[in-house]
């Protein structure tokens, strides 16, 4: 599985934008970049995901640089509820390939 | 619309008992997965099922088996526990449709095992 390497933590204060980085120089042609999100004591959600171009929905956005070796979730305006573990993972095109963890980076959201 | 339930939120299990983590899916998913999660880590894969009457194992599949009941229900069986076996253990399931392969996941299971 290809591999992705993102800052163990971050900070924000409240109602500012966040940008949250993620490398993964080894991407290969078909992988999607997908985001989760996991609140406290919840299980995992999907984010936004994207291929080459930048992706825009209710949640956030996703830029993709344009040699696809890295990416940047970006939170318009971070709230005390954005507070969580944000997950960074490559995917191959093929319908029911398990997503692959790592650990994250750890948001805080400052009031 | 309940999306993916798990029962039950919370166990304790001494060493050496036995027991199944039930999870149902009602959004006609044909995927279903079992993850556990260890305190600071990411999730890692135990077992998945592509479709009804399949299943294959992940990353940490040791200790574990696993029954998809029918297309809404997959369960997961630890024979003989032990602490190792101690996490938080989430199912989660998708549709398999070209990219917007989404996977959604249940609020999880509490197990400790001492």
């Known amino acids: 599985d290809a591999k992705t390497t993102q800052p163990n933590s971050m900070e924000s204060n409240e109602e500012e934008p966040v940008h949250l980085p993620c490398n993964h120089s080894?991407?290969?042609?078909?992988?999607?970049i997908h985001w989760y999100r996991q609140l406290p004591s919840q299980g995992p959600e999907y984010v936004i995901h994207?291929?080459?171009s930048n992706v825009n929905n209710r949640m956030a956005s996703l830029a993709i640089a344009e040699d696809r070796k890295s990416s940047t979730l970006i939170l318009h305006r971070a709230t005390l509820r954005d507070a969580a573990v944000y997950y960074c993972i490559l995917r191959p095109n093929s319908g029911n390939t398990p997503l692959v963890f790592g650990k994250g980076t750890r948001l805080s959201v400052i009031a | 619309n309940a999306g993916v339930t798990q029962t039950p939120k919370f166990q304790v299990l001494k060493t050496g008992q036995s027991m199944t983590l039930q999870c149902a899916q009602d959004?006609?998913?044909?995927?279903m997965y079992w993850y556990r999660q260890d305190p600071g880590m990411g999730l890692r894969l135990i077992y998945y099922s592509a479709s009804e009457g399949t299943t294959d194992k992940g990353e940490v599949p040791n200790g574990y088996n696993v029954s998809r009941l029918n297309k809404r229900e997959f369960s997961l069986r630890l024979e003989s526990a032990a602490p190792s076996q101690t996490s938080v253990y989430f199912c989660a399931s998708s549709v398999t449709s070209g990219s917007w392969n989404t996977q959604y996941f249940g609020p999880g299971t509490r197990l400790t095992v001492l």
């Open positions: 959004m006609n998913h044909n995927s």
């Open positions: 994207g291929l080459t």
């Open positions: 080894t991407i290969s042609g078909t992988d999607y």
